[in-house]
């Protein structure tokens, strides 16, 4: 039995990628967990590899852009195993890859309302639950764009500068009643998000050639996976990381060091 046997997770996110891996991860862990996401295919999928691995999950559909839903969204993940000791924020979306001047209001728009509010959301309504347990663990997914710059990444980079913002403050807000928060900041990660923005790269060199800089710009040389970033997830959540309050924890292969 593990010291987080018992233990319930919210992931919104949970249906693709970093979130699906995550709780996988959890579930190793005894945590059961409540994913959200939007598409059923990717829920059903996380569903049956948590049940591979012997966890116990439920799943919501649910739109991070509209509050209502986020507030819905939050209630039911309380009630499901009847408490919520972690949350992990890692629904998001990129946006637009343009320089500056082009980035569109509507992409600006979707990003924000996506990674910082329904973050902010999510936090909001859940932080009451958390109390209620006499503390927990909020992990939010920033970027290493939460960090530094990324070329044509400006509303992105915007959005997960922001998380940052919320990390921070909640981590100080609520340090002394036991909730630990904190972000991950990673590098690129081989996840459907990393893959949809090279594909949109129509000449293949162009797009062969766009990955190998991208692999490179990684001093470790390659990109990530989703099941790196979860392990990070996991520790921060788990009482080994009882002092951690408010960091950045970048899983980057020395990206942002560089
Ligand atoms: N993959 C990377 O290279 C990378 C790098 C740094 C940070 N991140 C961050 O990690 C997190 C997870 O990304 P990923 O790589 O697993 O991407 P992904 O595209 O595989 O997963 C993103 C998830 O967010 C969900 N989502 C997006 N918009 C939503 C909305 N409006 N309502 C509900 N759900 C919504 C999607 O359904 C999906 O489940 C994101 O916050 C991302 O910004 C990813």
Known sequence: MTSMQGKVALIT???????????????????????????????????????????????????????????????????????????????????????????RLESYEEVFATNVRGTFLVMKHAIPHLLKQGGGAIVNLSSGGGLVGVPGASVYCASKHAIMGLTKVAAIDYAKQGIRVNAVNPGGIDTPMLRKFFESIPDEGERKTARAGFDKSHPIGRTGTADEVAEAVVFLCSPKASNIVGIALSVDGGYVAN
Request: zero cysteines; proline letters at 1%.
């Open 13 to 103: 996110g949970g249906s693709s990628g970093i979130g699906q891996a995550t709780a996988v991860a959890l579930a190793k862990e005894g945590v059961k967990t409540v994913i959200s996401g939007r598409s059923s295919a990717g829920l059903k999928k996380t569903i049956s590899e948590v049940n591979a691995a012997g966890g116990k999950i439920q799943s919501i559909e649910a739109d991070l852009m509209d509050p209502a839903s986020i507030e819905r969204l939050v209630a039911d993940a309380a009630s499901a195993f009847g408490q919520l000791d972690y949350v992990i924020n890692s629904a998001g979306t990129q946006g637009e890859v343009n320089i500056f001047a082009d980035q």
